[in-house]
């Protein structure tokens, strides 16, 4: 098998809690020795309880985090970085390739700039650009991707709904070009109706510009449907991870069967109370 | 039969704003029974919370109650009230925290961020119940256990920001319920939780619903949650019920191609290629409301020059107790469910 584009080695990611006089200082352990691959080109879904570290990781592998232990290494076969150590001259190439997808189409864009400026933005704060016209040509290319038309790009976002905000946050998370993308709950503010429209898009950019994604989700369903591999994240921990398929019909870790069973299932007649994890009964 | 505990009947609800009149809610009618659960579903705007707040007077001082709606809560044992005729605060009291409690939709807003959580559990209860401050401290704490807080005296003292989001939503529910409450409005309780603690709150819900046969309006959009937790379900979009029914009835044979259209968008854990099919378009702005049906811009079956662009469809009935928003002619034949 080729080299994962991601490959992060027994990471650890600590947080000060409060200050204490005499010893060691209390931490807490948001990531605890974590290994993870991400291969080239995969859908890579990681889920877990509220709090157990997902979206620490994430921003770790955007260098947006501390890194306490451990190393994330990115090689997409041009480019090779370690991220904890890149030169603050390397940050820029860095953030061109590896890219956050925010959660709340609502908050994260700015009301007062057009369409056009807010997915431009990346590439003017970058330099990425020679000239306004070059600008526009890359704007008006990731938008038509992202099925948003010229008429849009003119105007204010708080004229859009959610699931057009969503594509906007998505064009201009693309527009630098990015190999790796964190989708930190992308689709969680999304109506069910738009949610898969979303997913649709970006399963399609996926495969159009040969992208690679960690899809951050606390809804199992959804990740069922467009992730490849599936890890599965508990108090820091890596607790399971497996190819979606495998996870779903035969989960190995007692905390992943819980998790399992308290999706909520279609069908009223299925009323089964989830089950509950207790680690010390399993340890 | 007796008298429903609610009886929402033709509710129509319009705000006044400075771009014009708004439609929120048009033409509402539904009821639920002690010991009921009636789970309302629908996409963001739908007027699932103007819907709720109308039942305790909770909407803003711009809202215009239609002449023709009427709400009415038969308390058991009480004479019946008409809840829009209220006019004076006071007489609010029985539907907010007495009769009726609401989990609303944003935790953080519900508890004032200076008092402790467990001063205001009991000041709740000092309010709509005669009980003492003693017991009243006795019943706080009791029902934050139930919810699943850990030790839950000493959380009793904290403040709301010491609370996760997941407990905060948690003692919420503890607040709503400690009044045992005869009809309670949980407004997307579980949407900030994790599937775990979503499993947990509402057995605990069907819990309290068997043991003291409240009942309860759940306004939810996952229709994974519905399907666990109600009887019978109202599918609202743009102001407007568009189906109604048992949840079996609804979800397993949906009429309506609103409802159909949630459905197919749903991702499914028993078929991972099923492909996901949005419906199509965007949700109209309240101000530009469509004539007629108001899905028909979005109805993938939709053909144009039809009278759903002039006229409105009646809620005609599909099955036994089974409605939808359609011309007779469209309703799809009785048909054994495929399973
Ligand atoms: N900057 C920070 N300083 C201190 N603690 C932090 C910081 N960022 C995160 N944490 C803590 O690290 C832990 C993991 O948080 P994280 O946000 O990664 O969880 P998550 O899995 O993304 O949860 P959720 O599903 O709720 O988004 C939490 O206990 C959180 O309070
Ligand atoms: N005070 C108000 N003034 C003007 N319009 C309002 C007011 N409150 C609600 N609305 C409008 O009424 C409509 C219904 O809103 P509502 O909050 O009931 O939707 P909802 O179904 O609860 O949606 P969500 O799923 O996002 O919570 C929306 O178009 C909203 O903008
Ligand atoms: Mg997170
Ligand atoms: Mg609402």
Redo the contacts with the bound molecule.
Sequence with gaps: MSRPLIRIKDLSIHFPLGRRLIGQPPVLKAVDGINLDIPKGSFVGLVGESGSGKTTLGRAILRAAPITHGSITYDDGQRTFDVANIKPRDLKEYRRRAQLIFQDPYAALSPRMTVRDIIAEPLEVMGLTKSRAETDERVREIAGKCRLNLEHLRRYPHAFSGGQRQRISIARALVTGPKFVVADEAVAALDVSIQADILNLLKSLQRDLDLTFLFISHDLSVVAHVCDFVAVMYHGKMMEQAPTRQLFADPQHEYTKCLLSAIPSLDPDDRRPARIYNPEETA | MSAPLIDVDNLTIRFRTDEGLITAVENVSFDIAPGEVLGLVGE?GSG??VTAKSLMRLNSGNAEYDDTSRITLNVPGEPSLDVLSLKRERDMKPVRGGAISMIF?EPMASFAPAITIGDQMVEQLLLHTDMNKKRAKEISIEMLDRVGIKEPAKRFDQYAFEFSGGMRQRAMIAMALSTKPKLLIA??PTTALDVTIQAQIIDLMKDLVSEFGMGILF?THDLGVIAQTADRVAVMYLGRIMETGAVRDVIRRPAHPYTQGLINALPKLDDLDAPLTPIPGDIPSPLERPSGCVFHTRNPNHVPGSRYEREVPPMTEVSPGHFAALFPEDVPALQEPVR
């Design positions: 963001s699932k919370s939709q407004d997307e306004i």
